[in-house]
């Protein structure tokens, strides 16, 4: 029985897939403050090391489990808390832009839920205004927010997707990720050279044509 759930969980974890776009979180996600967390965690984590037989009492060992527990909480995870979501605020299409805008090469720095290992690279983001535009620093926040969690990379851009296509009010967005998995890479198959691309749109990315143009404007080089 205790085999048969393992595998289970092996499989789960190469599946990738989530009905839901939200985050699951336990109802009191919330009720224990950063700092009491960290302290928590850090008594875990302390566990976990003395069990794989290292021992604790040596200088350069003695303070990993504060550096993980600090680095859970305030550093790769502080996406989980609503808190710290950016405010997206819009502003009207004064000058009435009604063409692509494309925000591209955005860093993706996040980890992967059934590992809590690295997931790095980069999201494009494209939208066609209607009435509404954004500050383009807030498609940054967004991603840099979402990627901070625990994450399986369609849901994350679905997540990115959803929220800006609420803040813009239309549908005419489009979220590309592509990234590197360390679970892929580092553990299981072990491959070094593949990656991950994710792609969600809507409204007038369905026409292959804009999907074309976005395309288009990724080969672009700049420098
Ligand atoms: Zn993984």
Not at 103 to 129: K, M, Q, R, W
């Amino acid at each position: 029985m205790k085999e048969k759930l393992t595998e289970e969980f092996e499989s789960i974890g190469n599946m990738h897939y989530s009905a839901n776009t939200n985050t699951p979180l336990r109802e009191d996600a919330f009720v224990k403050t950063d700092d009491e967390k960290v302290q928590n965690i850090q008594k875990h984590f302390k566990a976990i090391m003395e069990e794989l037989g290292l021992d604790l009492t040596d200088d350069s060992l003695s303070g990993t489990p504060y550096r993980v527990a600090k680095m859970y909480v305030k550093e790769l995870f502080y996406g989980l808390n609503p808190e710290h979501k950016p405010k997206l605020s819009s502003f009207e299409n004064k000058y009435g832009y009604g063409k692509m805008l494309v925000e591209s090469n955005i860093s993706i720095d996040s980890s992967c839920e059934h590992h809590f290992l690295p997931i790095t690279g980069f999201a494009h983001v494209a939208y066609i205004p209607g009435e509404r535009v954004i500050g383009l620093s807030k498609i940054n926040r967004l991603v840099d927010y979402y990627a901070h969690r625990p994450q399986v990379q369609e849901r994350l851009c679905l997540q990115i997707l959803k929220d800006l296509q609420e803040a813009l009010n239309t549908e005419s967005v489009l979220v590309m990720i592509s990234s590197k998995h360390l679970c892929v890479s580092s553990r299981g198959i072990k491959d070094k050279s593949s990656y991950t691309t994710t792609l969600e749109y809507g409204g007038e990315f369905n026409d292959i044509n804009r999907r074309k143009e976005f395309f288009n404007c990724l080969n672009q080089k700049i420098d």
